[in-house]
Structure formats: structure tokens, C-alpha cells
């Protein structure tokens, strides 16, 4: 599978270093354009985004514009060797525009039209916002998509929110009609019958709002589908004038961390490659080991979204942000090490918001590469400068892939309906969590992971793991047991196979369409109060795992139909039935985790259950904790990032072979040393070593 990806542009086959730049927020202040170009190099960048959110410098009245400022700033960039990815300023309108055109302002679940002000505060489906768009990207791409600077289309500002207006609602109507026909078909499917909800005319339906529906989860479903879809087709009617000037220039949009307003995958073919903005909360209580391997997790998800094509990192703070609750500067080192965990994990870039810190309104105080002192005298600029030469060493590393034989499903539609169900936990049932509590067990083991939706395919990979797979969608039940029986190793959990993909339960017994692949049936499960326990204990088993640990609240009361029991429950009236069991079925295995575990439980089970299968670490070795290890590889070289995320001094030691440093040449044996927050990237040449 091992690929290597051509860069975003053939332009510049480097790894990509710069930031957002909005240079008209310094229109007025002499000198500092040409400061920036000075720093700018100084700090070793070499992309930069324009344009983004700058509707009302280019279009100051309707149908007046202006592009001499933005002709000079590209002009300029271009001398200095810096590439531009240009955005159409979509992402905020300008206040003449709200103005003459009340429409173009969104409207909230309350069915209330919001003032002018803030940014995406419009509606995608509103004719005079899409024409107003249309204009405005048609005149960029006629000026600049041929620019020598130019390498790509930042399409607005990560898109997200809903608008409820009339327009809205035709149009969520008519997608209602093309995908049930008939009002019979949609009440069954919403299940409308109960509490007398019936839809009898179409224009009766309305989206979900807090003082009229929001309790028909089938409505709920469809209405973010839904807003997904108009977001997409948003973007497709952003680019397709774009596309019709040069349909080579490439074009992305960014999109967001945990972001659950929009199913990501549905972007995959529209996108030219993926980009996403980090903002961690490092040195937070949880601990930095916890927020890396939470970070490691999405960016293995956004990677995935165009199946393991590089994406970029093209937003992250350079120090702090002023939008968590607590702003807290990155310590020294962790600048660098968790942009090399970006590129590790598949990034061909390090991008920030912003390059000069704003000196008014509410990003005043957000970290930039350029401080309010104006110099390059700063901590905050000696370690982007740090980055930018680390990124000149990498250019072997440019469009490698990830090789990952372990995929875990994390699915939108899947987090929609869990969360919206009503079930055994309604105080958070945790679906992201505990995604990521199996995520960290293959990340503390150096396991790549592919983080896919349940649609994508299986069959590249040895081991397949799905916790609280609540939702089942049409097909992905026979392709997991097709998956488990040409040999594939399925894991599943607690609260999986339960609704379709209208929300409506399987009947004849849970987990519905993996009842058969997994052996078991889920009778009854059971919410344990905060503070409560029960415990699962280990019996003889094959994967040697022994001793006991601890179930908290969800344990799942399920009979084995023809699964092994590998450990069951030891307290209250269900002590002594199944909690983890596994099905032989063809050539593969699939495993039930009936109870909700803590880490330790999924640290031991993946690490024996990787090793009994022979899944392929980044590198064979054992890690302390807090050390990550991810390779990236074009087929003929792995390049092997190992990344200190705790406090302490470190040692990984090498297996045999033969390890070049990529810093500074060094050949390296024995073992390497990591200080902390410290990072080493190692080249070896593949003879199949990997095991
Ligand atoms: C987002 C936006 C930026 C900026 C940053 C601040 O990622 O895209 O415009 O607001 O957040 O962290
Ligand atoms: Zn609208």
C-alpha cells in the first residue's frame, strides 16, 4: 500500500512553513509590509494565506472593487520566494452587504435573523449570498489563478453552523423529498407515529428547534445530514468558478478539531487535500501525554479523510490562543515537537494563525509569529525560525505516507445518534473519549492507526476496532463479517449494533447485523451511577491476559452464542456472565468488550492482541511512557519520528539496522536519547525489517 503522494504544488516540493497574513490590517502603518518580507524570511516561511475574511478591502461598495493592494502583496511575495495560498474571503461578509441584502444573514434555531457581525454569520442556501460569491471568486480566478505565487485555493474559513430561514427550509424539504419520496416512507423512518408526530403535508416539516421539534432523532439526523450537504454544496458552488479558470490549482477548505457540525467525510472527493487547524491545550491538567496522543488521534483521522494522502496543518498557534479558557504558553521545545507531530503523523506542513498579531478587536492577544514589539526578538520567533530550518531538513519526507495496519472507526453519523439517544448514559455517554482511550493504546505502542468512517475499506488492514458502533448503516454489518472471516481481527464494544440508519433499533436482538459476526447476543444493558464499579476477571485465554479490572459505568448483559468467554463480571446480580468474549469465524476473530473499561484494560488487550497477530509497529521496540514513535514511509525508506511528550529524560533503544539521523546526519546504534519535549527523526532503509 506504501505510497508516495506528489507535493500540493509542483512548485515547491518542501515542506510548507508559514501562516495566515492579512496584511490590509496594516494598510495604514508605513513599513511594516516590508518588515514582514524581511521576518518572513528570517523565519525561514514560505506559504503564506491571504486574503481570508477580506471581502470588504476587495469589494468596498458593491460591485466595486479593489485588488491593487492584494496585486502588490502577491507581486512582492513572489519576488521573495514565498508561495500563497489565497482564499476567497467568504468566511465574513462585509456590512454593506447585510445591509442591502437582509437575507444573507443567518437565522437560528429560534427562527430569529441574527444583526450583521461576526464571521460565518450567513446562509449557504440564499440566491443573493451565492451570487454575491460567485462574482466575487470568478474576478480571483480570472486575476490570480495563474499568479506565479499562487499555489492553491483556500476556500472561506472553516465552514460551520446552520441557518433555519425559509430558504433553508425549502431546500431542506426538498432534500427530505428526494431522499424518502414519499411522506409515508419519512414517517416510518422518523418513526412519527409516536406522541402523534405524523407528518400529513410536507411544508409541515420543519428543522429542529428548541421551542418547537428537537425529540424525533431521525429529524435530527437528517437535519445535520443535511446541513452537511448544503455546507458541501456551498463549497462546490465556491470553487466551481475557481476550477473553470484553472481546474489545476488545488483547493481545499480547513477544517476543525472534534469538529461534529459537519461529517468531514463527506468532503473527501471535493477536496483536493485536506488541511485542519490544531489548537491543543498543552501542559493542561490532563497531562501532555494525554492531549498528544488525543492530538495524534485527529490527525490520523483528518489524514484519512482523502484515504492516507498528506494533508496540511494550516492553522496552529506558534505560543498561545486567547479563546481557551486558560492561556497558557507552550513550554520550550513544544513548539517544534508538536509540529513534528504533525509532519510525523502525516502533515507536509506547519502553518499558523496569524503571522503579525493584531493590535485591535478579539485576536489581540492570540499568539503570532510577529509579536506587538514588531521584532524578531522574541522566544515565540526563535522557535518558528526553529521549525522553518527543521522543515528544510525533511524534504525526503515530502508526500510520504503512513503505513497502518490497525484502522479504528470514529463515524460522524455515529457520533450524532449516540449522543442524541436518550439511552443508558444521558450525562455524557462519551463516544469521543472512548474512541480515544483505544486509540491510546496503539499510540503508546507505536501502532499507526487509521482513523476512518464506518463506510470506508476494511480489507487493508489486520485488525479493525470499533467501540460503541451504535449506529450500523446499510452494508457495513456484511463487510466487517466478510473482514472477520477472510481473516480480518474485529473489536467491538458495549452499545453497538443497535439503530439503522434512520436511528430505528434492529429488532431481534442486539448488536443487530453483528449479532452473527460477534457470537453474542446484548439482552439488557446497565448505567452505573458515578463511583460505581463492577469488575471483569480474566479465565484462561489465548491472548494470556490475567488478573482483573476494573467496569465502570456501562457494562452490557450479553449471552454467548458460540463466542468464547475470555472474562466476565464479578459483582452484582450479572457476576459471573460473559464481559469480554471472542468469535472464531472463518479465517479471523472478533472480540466483544461488553464492559466500559479504563486505560490500563485496553493498554493490555491491544498490546497482547497485536502481538498475537503480527501487527507492524513504527518501530520494534518498546517505548517508555510518554514516547510516541510514528513512521512515515515512501516504501524504500521509513523516516521514524520518535517524540518525548513527558517531563522526563528518555532512551529508546534501536533494534538492529542502520539509523541516520535527519538532523544533522549522525548514524545512530545502540539507543537514542530524547530529552524532554525533545525529537528525533531517523531514516533507515528498508530491506523488510519491519515486523
Ligand atoms: C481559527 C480561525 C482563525 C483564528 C484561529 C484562532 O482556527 O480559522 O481565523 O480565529 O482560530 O485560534
Ligand atoms: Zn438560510
Not at 451565492?130 to 474576478?139: G, L
Not at 423512518?189 to 410536507?202: A, D, K, V
Not at 467525510?265 to 491543543?280: G, M, N, Q
Amino acid at each position: 500500500m506504501t505510497k508516495k503522494y506528489k507535493p500540493v504544488s509542483n512548485k515547491i516540493p518542501k515542506m510548507l512553513h508559514g501562516a495566515d497574513y492579512n496584511p490590509e490590517q496594516w494598510a495604514e502603518y508605513p513599513g511594516i509590509f516590508e518588515e514582514d518580507l524581511r521576518l518572513m524570511k528570517l523565519a525561514k516561511c514560505n506559504v503564506m494565506s491571504v486574503g481570508i475574511f477580506s471581502w470588504a478591502k476587495l469589494e468596498p461598495e458593491e460591485g466595486v472593487f479593489n485588488f491593487d493592494w492584494l496585486d502588490h502583496v502577491l507581486g512582492k511575495l513572489a519576488e521573495n520566494d514565498i508561495y500563497v495560498f489565497l482564499a476567497t474571503p467568504t468566511g465574513a461578509r462585509p456590512a454593506w452587504m447585510s445591509e442591502e441584502y437582509e437575507e444573507v444573514l443567518r437565522v437560528g434555531p429560534n427562527r430569529v435573523r441574527n444583526l450583521h457581525g461576526l464571521r460565518h454569520n450567513h446562509c449557504y442556501t440564499s440566491p443573493v449570498y451565492r451570487e454575491k460569491v460567485s462574482i466575487m471568486n470568478s474576478k480571483l480566478a480570472d486575476r490570480y489563478s495563474t499568479h506565479p505565487a499562487v499555489i492553491g485555493w483556500h476556500i472561506s474559513n472553516e465552514y460551520g453552523g446552520e441557518c433555519h430561514c425559509n430558504y433553508c427550509q425549502e431546500a431542506f424539504r426538498k432534500w427530505l423529498k428526494d431522499k424518502y419520496e414519499t411522506l409515508d416512507n419519512l414517517n416510518h423512518s422518523w418513526w412519527t407515529t409516536f406522541w402523534s408526530h405524523t407528518y400529513t403535508s410536507w411544508p409541515q416539516i420543519e428543522s429542529p428547534a428548541p421551542h418547537g421539534e428537537k425529540m424525533v432523532h431521525g429529524l435530527n439526523l437528517d437535519w445535520k445530514r443535511f446541513v452537511t450537504d448544503q455546507t458541501l454544496d456551498f463549497y462546490k458552488h465556491e470553487v466551481k468558478p475557481l476550477k473553470s479558470v484553472n481546474p489545476d490549482l488545488p483547493a481545499t477548505t480547513n477544517f476543525m478539531e472534534a469538529f461534529e457540525g459537519l461529517n468531514y467525510a463527506k468532503f473527501s472527493e471535493a477536496l483536493d487535500f485536506v488541511c485542519w487547524d490544531s489548537y491543543p491545550t498543552w501542559h493542561d491538567n490532563e497531562g501532555d501525554v494525554n492531549q498528544a496522543a488525543w492530538v495524534a488521534m485527529n490527525h490520523d483521522m483528518f489524514r484519512s479523510i482523502k484515504g492516507g494522502q498528506p494533508f496540511l496543518l494550516m492553522e496552529s498557534t506558534p505560543s498561545l490562543t486567547n479563546w481557551q479558557p486558560i492561556s497558557k504558553l507552550k513550554r520550550p521545545g513544544m513548539h517544534l515537537l508538536s509540529s513534528m507531530q504533525a509532519v510525523a503523523h502525516g502533515s507536509d506542513s506547519v502553518q499558523y494563525f496569524q503571522w503579525r498579531k493584531s493590535r485591535g478587536s478579539s485576536e489581540k492577544f492570540h499568539g503570532a509569529v510577529v509579536d506587538h514589539v514588531g521584532n524578531e526578538h522574541t522566544r515565540v520567533f526563535n522557535d518558528v525560525a526553529k521549525v522553518g530550518e527543521t522543515l528544510n531538513q525533511l524534504d525526503a519526507v515530502v508526500g510520504t505516507s503512513v503505513d497502518a495496519e490497525v484502522a479504528l472507526i470514529f463515524d460522524t453519523e455515529n457520533r450524532w445518534a449516540v449522543k442524541d439517544a436518550q439511552g443508558p448514559r444521558n450525562q455524557g455517554v462519551k463516544y469521543e473519549k472512548t474512541v480515544a482511550v483505544h486509540y491510546q493504546a496503539f499510540w503508546k505502542q507505536g501502532v499507526p492507526v487509521d482513523v476512518i468512517d464506518m463506510d470506508s475499506d476494511l480489507s487493508k488492514y489486520k485488525l479493525v476496532a470499533a467501540p460503541m458502533l451504535y449506529m450500523v448503516r446499510p452494508g457495513v454489518g456484511e463487510r466487517i463479517e466478510e473482514f472477520v472471516k477472510q481473516g480480518g481481527t474485529f473489536v467491538t464494544t458495549y452499545w453497538s449494533g443497535i439503530v439503522n440508519e434512520n436511528d430505528l433499533t434492529f429488532l431481534g436482538g442486539f448488536p443487530g447485523p453483528l449479532r452473527h459476526t460477534m457470537g453474542i447476543w446484548s439482552e439488557e444493558i446497565d448505567g452505573l451511577y458515578d463511583g460505581q464499579t463492577n469488575s471483569i476477571k480474566f479465565g484462561e485465554n489465548d491472548l494470556g491476559i490475567s488478573g482483573e479490572y476494573m467496569a465502570y459505568e456501562l457494562c452490557d448483559l450479553i449471552h454467548a452464542e458460540g463466542a468464547e468467554v475470555l472474562a466476565s463480571y464479578q459483582d452484582d446480580f450479572y457476576a459471573g456472565r460473559p464481559a469480554l468474549t471472542v468469535n472464531q469465524l472463518g479465517q479471523g476473530k472478533a472480540y466483544y468488550v461488553a464492559s466500559r473499561n479504563k486505560q490500563p484494560f485496553h493498554d493490555e488487550f491491544y498490546s497482547k492482541l497485536i502481538k498475537d497477530i503480527g501487527v507492524k509497529k513504527s518501530l520494534e521496540s518498546k517505548l517508555p511512557v510518554g514516547i510516541s514513535a510514528q513512521t512515515r514511509t515512501d516504501g524504500n525508506h521509513d523516516y521514524i519520528f520518535l517524540m518525548n511528550f513527558g517531563e522526563d529524560k528518555q532512551a529508546v533503544k534501536l533494534p538492529k539496522g542502520e539509523f541516520i539521523s535527519m538532523i544533522d546526519g549522525a548514524s545512530l546504534s545502540g539507543k537514542v536519547e530524547l530529552s524532554p519535549f525533545g525529537f528525533s527523526i531517523l531514516k533507515r532503509e528498508l530491506n523488510d525489517v519491519r515486523i
